[in-house]
């Protein structure tokens, strides 16, 4: 770790601080350049276990930054992982608040819910397809705590990749029945088209994705508990959203997820 003693501490609760008062920051790697990827995982860790000790429950994981298109643009050539927390779960028929959220964005998922526990670092796709009970399509409301939504990738994994608010469908399908690199989607806004993507636009298959996360999560010991969810990354870029806006996700063989801002 690069940081000064203290500073861990510190960033946290900036973090937490500009996401409960709903204000945009200072990327965190201005103060502290030298920041590493593996710093900023070790920064998300303490984060996230803050919000555990304040009352959430651990309920799942995320990926980000899965379309080669998404990479390309921060010069990467891998996806992060983050934390799904009980307080991020919105439901369909509950309008989620504009006033919640900073500059917040949208996009369409395919969510897994784990039959299984699956942990180790040789987990290929096929494992997760077998250890997954259910997919779902999901919408993922993300709200960068940074300014203007731009940070580098070290700052985007301590802010727990930007991870505001889920949305899960109400349809639950065994996985083995659709082919989900395949999955075909569109997301519409307030009845208009927004955009389209397919499953395979997740790392060629958000199976992939997912077996991707959990051979990192295997490397410190960690993996995916039966029961929980895991958003397995966009199927298309991400659209902005003001109080008024519903969005649509339809997904073939799917069905669909949507979504009320207030
Ligand atoms: O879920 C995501 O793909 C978002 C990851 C972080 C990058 C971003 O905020 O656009
Ligand atoms: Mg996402």
Not at 80 to 101: H, N, R, T
Not at 132 to 153: C, G, H, M, Q
Request: proline share 3%.
């Amino acid at each position: 770790m690069v940081l000064v003693k203290g500073a861990d501490t510190e960033i946290i609760e900036y973090l937490l601080h500009a996401e409960r008062e709903v204000c945009e920051v200072v990327k965190v790697t201005d103060q502290y350049p030298e920041l590493t990827v593996a710093d900023a995982y070790v920064l998300q860790k303490k984060l996230v276990h803050r919000k555990i000790v304040e009352g959430s429950k651990r309920v799942g994981v995320k990926l980000g930054l899965t379309s080669k298109a998404k990479q390309q643009m921060m010069g990467i050539n891998e996806a992060i992982y983050g934390y799904l927390v009980s307080d991020m779960l919105a439901l369909e028929w509950e309008p989620v608040k504009y006033d919640q959220f900073i500059h917040p964005k949208v996009e369409p998922e395919i969510a897994f819910l784990m039959g299984e526990d699956l942990q180790g670092t040789n987990i290929t796709a096929e494992d997760v397809m077998k250890a997954t009970k259910y997919v779902t399509p999901a919408l993922e409301v993300i709200d960068s705590r940074y300014l203007n939504f731009k940070f580098t990738l070290p700052d985007v994994i301590a802010d727990n990749c930007s991870s505001a608010r889920f949305i899960l469908g109400s349809k639950w399908v065994d996985p083995m029945r659709v082919d989900l690199a395949k999955v075909g989607m569109v997301m519409s806004k307030n009845g208009e088209m927004a955009t389209v993507g397919t499953g395979a636009a997740v790392l060629g298959h958000p199976a992939s994705a997912i077996a991707w996360a959990v051979n990192k999560l295997g490397m410190q010991n960690e993996g995916l508990k039966k029961g929980d969810i895991v958003l397995s990354g966009a199927l298309s870029e991400a659209i902005a959203f003001q109080t008024g806006d519903s969005i649509i996700a339809q997904f073939d063989g799917l069905g669909s997820v949507s979504m009320f801002c207030k």
